[in-house]
């Protein structure tokens, strides 16, 4: 390919899925998932070339035929041996560095650094190492370079060695870790992404409380002796939203809730939840913080309906399976113990349907979005952008969308249920008029950022680097 | 009683402690633990009074009878409901505050805040309160308050509000937890925690790291704004050394290691540790290093032990209870997988023998101290102090005493198997030169600062405090 480009994104995920089909030939089998969804609409008409991994075979080939092109970009994929790849986006990128940025660890036991590791991290220095190639091949001269997240944070420092030229700003989706989570890793692992970080031209996050989290790990002594320049990076904050004219063709093609779920809530008050079945997501202390509300407050028995829509998610780690037997557990306790003949309390439904998400957001009562920490959290404004009942979003203030809706959303500390609780009381009981305030400050507060402000900013910064 | 003291300490557990024996009369059971037989003798002889809770009915009953008036100190003790103490204690402060400031949840499933945790912490304060009422009473005009740890974090409020003229100065003994750890406390406890500290006339810290770990919290504008007046108390760094007579008197009276334990290690080297049972310890990874060693340096088969002498530890929490059972299972693993007839690679000892510990301080080749997170680790002075064999120290870097000792010890990060055990083969292989020089540079340290220093500390700072 001779493709030169003068604008590169790089995500992990490309914008398609493929499987391989009937005569070895690569079959369209899904889009990207999150990241990679909500990148394509940013990306499209813009003349980019998209760099993502090879997530299979059948992902090789479609690349290599142009079947990943859409919307007028070149999707070009790297192919890494499949040890080497399961080793960087599995053991470092899933299982370190996402639970390093969003605090996940029981430090007691885990993580334990090994032998294993250290083959583990040269397997995600020579993934980083293989992107920043193929971008180097694939850069016009003083091209921009965006690249997405945890998964390439050594590219700063390769593209700033062998590309000095280009404009690299490389945004993280998920939280930044404090000082004391970095200081986890072994040494030359937070040293090497610090000093990885610091090689790009400019560093993005969802929220202030991530970009002061990573501007604090290059003013600690020990690690920024281990970084070595001691120089942050310039860094800044440029919160992700939603997609308006997206998100009203979709609810406008909506044919409402699905019935068999209809059934269930009937007249009943609808508290709804949307989220991976991820570790960071504190599904159960939801589960637990309704249980507390039946028992604190009985006279919501029988008046409403917790719907938890949940995707499956990185069910080859053992945590994800045990944390997603956990949270069946927990349901079934719950409804066991206050479920009657005609009223299921807690409805918990896995399965990935996008329409079916959308057909509720328009409908809830309140919407509980809860996690332990979390980058922004787009469930919480897509919500509230979509809802037509007036509905309340209850919010952890750990999560990065915290900051932009705080005025119009329930806070609380997501460890804490009693709270929690409360605050579903709450938004239950508001009277109709100060749910219609609510829900009309939280809109006015979603719509205010846009995608593509997020994508202009990205752009601007990028354009305003010295090279 | 009338006394009326310049002079009080307060500690949770007094200098000693007493059972129930014939007759319901109060018998010695034994010392007060760790921090009280550190506290005794730098107290002895300054006609004071110690203020600390009746653990038992057998221990309020000796403190009436003025049977723990040891040294010329007035014991007094405070007496709670065995329910108050208990949420008070087990509660909060050992299962909440204590897993706070050392790092120690799981946060995807623990804490989980409901409705007992709001009983609990109205215990908590309610022996803030029956502390504060004890030390109102008894304290002459401008007295001196020295409080001991985070089991009295809202004295500091309740002594300003109720005694101004007292001079009180308060000791945090693990960590203090960084704005995020705090952040997950309910709200209400996190800000009532910092207003409580922030009465106190002066904070200490055994190390730098916690002594900013702390006064970022008051400067963070969530936790801020919740501690009402935004302004941190005054803090200071001040650690605590060994008792250097003690130990010589206690090094004096040795009668050699156990010839039992001797038989076992024979001519090989020895790595030592000597720890509570406790998460925080880090029992678990030190033992997977001793693998990775043997397996990494087969050199060392039979030519090393690793002798682990552990004292129980709050058996009432389940959780410290898994980890014992974890600590064992994992030692017979390794002792199966590497033991011969004639070498036992691990030694797993529980017993509470301070005279058994003392004498294998003299004569370890290596010290291992690696735990997650501590406040100082004496085992860390003791033992360089009480060494006969030029033995070395690896030390994690996340023990406050390495901020002292990093010149002399092998900093390690404790997460890191494959550090810890390339650190223990360094240490092994030392030369004699070598040894003798890390063991006088340790030793040199570790005097640098004694007990008496630090009480010293507390008594100037009281003394400089404005009333």
Redesign the interface.
Known sequence: MATVADLIVVSNRGPLSFQLGDEGRAQLAGSGGGLATTLQPLVAGRDATWIASSMSEADHLAASDGLMNVDGMTVVTVRLDADTYRMAYDVVSNATLWYCHH??F????R?????H??DAWDAYVSMNESFADEIARLASQGATVLVQDYHFALLGKLLEASRPDLRTVHFTHTPFG?P?AL?????NCASELLEGMAGFGACGFHAPRWKAAFDACYHED?LTALAGSGVAPYSFVAPLGPDPVALENEAAESTGIDPALERVVGERMLILRVDRIE??K?I??GL?AFE?LL??KPEWRDRVVMVALAYPSRESLADYLA?RS?VEHTVERINDRFGTDSWTPIVFNVADDRSRSVAAYMEYDVLLVNP??DGLNLVAKEGPFLNRNDGSLVLS??AGAFDELKSGAFGI?P?????TAAALHGALGLDRDERAERARTLKKLVVARTASDWMEDQLRIAGSLER
Do not use: C
Not at 183 to 187: E, G, S, T, W
Not at 415 to 419: A, G, P, Q, S
């Open positions: 605090h996940l029981d430090l007691p036991r993580p334990r650094f090994d032998v590791f250290v404090d004391s200081r986890v890793l072994p040494a020990d570790l960071s504190n159960i202390r637990f507390e028992d604190e944390y956990e332990v920490r203030r750990e500390n460890f804490d249920v009693t709270e």
